[in-house]
C-alpha cells in the first residue's frame, strides 16, 4: 500500500513539475512573438522616416524653383528697362518705305533720345537721293500698352540730290524736319520696331514741303 502511496506521489510531483515547465515555455513563446510583432512596427517606423524626410527634400526644393523662378522673372522684366528708367540705352537699326535708312538711337535722360538717320533713296530714272537727319525726341510710354510708347520731336535734314541726267547739276538742300511715331519694345528680347512720320520743311534752292519721309523701323537694343 505505502508503495502505491508513493508511486503515485512521484506522478503527482512530476506532473506538476511538466505543468510548470509548459507554462514557463509558453510565456516565452509569447515574449519571443511579441518582440517580433514590435520590431516590423519599429523597421516601418523607420522606413517612414526616410520617405518622410525626402518629400519635405522635394517640396523644399519645389519651393526653392519656385524662388528662383520668381527671381529669374524679375530680373527679366528688370532687363527689359534700362538702368536710367529708358526702354533700352542704345539701338541700332534698319528703316524701309522712303527708301532704306540706317538708324541710331540713344537715349541720354530718362525720355528724351537722340537719333541719326541715314538714307538712300532711288527715283527711277530721274536720280538719286542721299540725306541725312538728325533729331532730338521726346518719348513716354503708353498708358495700359506694357512695351509701347510714343515719341515726338524735330531736328535738322541735309539731302543731296544726284540726277542721272548729265546736264542737269546735282543739288544740296537744308532744311527742318519733325517727327511723330510709335515704339515697341519687345519684353526679353532686344528688339524694338517702330512706326512714323517725319515731314520736312526745305530751304534754299530746294524750298518747299516734303512729306515722303519717315517709314516702318526695326533695332537691334542694347
Known amino acids: 500500500m505505502k508503495k502505491t502511496l508513493n508511486i503515485l506521489l512521484c506522478i503527482t510531483m512530476i506532473s506538476i513539475f511538466g505543468l510548470d515547465a509548459q507554462t514557463q515555455k509558453k510565456a516565452n513563446t509569447a515574449k519571443k512573438t511579441a518582440a517580433s510583432k514590435t520590431t516590423p512596427s519599429k523597421s516601418l517606423a523607420s522606413k517612414s522616416a526616410p520617405k518622410t524626410t525626402a518629400s519635405r527634400a522635394i517640396k523644399t526644393n519645389q519651393d526653392t524653383k519656385k524662388q528662383v523662378s520668381g527671381k529669374e522673372t524679375a530680373s527679366r522684366r528688370l532687363a527689359a528697362t534700362s538702368t536710367n528708367g529708358t526702354p533700352y540705352n542704345t539701338a541700332l537699326g534698319i528703316k524701309f518705305l522712303y527708301g532704306v535708312s540706317l538708324t541710331a538711337k540713344h537715349f541720354i535722360k530718362n525720355s528724351s533720345a537722340l537719333e541719326g538717320i541715314f538714307n538712300y533713296r532711288s527715283f527711277g530714272g530721274l536720280g538719286t537721293q542721299l540725306s541725312a537727319t538728325v ?14 510708347q510714343w515719341y515726338l520731336g524735330g531736328g535738322g535734314h541735309f539731302e543731296y540730290f544726284s540726277f542721272d541726267n548729265d546736264q542737269v547739276s546735282a543739288t544740296t538742300v537744308l532744311g527742318a524736319v519733325g517727327a511723330l511715331g510709335l515704339e515697341y519694345q519687345f519684353a526679353g528680347l532686344p528688339i524694338a520696331i517702330s512706326a512714323d512720320w517725319q515731314p520736312v520743311v526745305l530751304f534754299n534752292d530746294g524750298a518747299g514741303f516734303s512729306a515722303e519721309n519717315g517709314g516702318i523701323g526695326i533695332k537691334y537694343t542694347f
Open 135 to 148: 533729331l532730338y525726341e521726346y518719348q513716354r510710354p503708353v498708358a495700359g500698352v506694357t512695351g509701347l
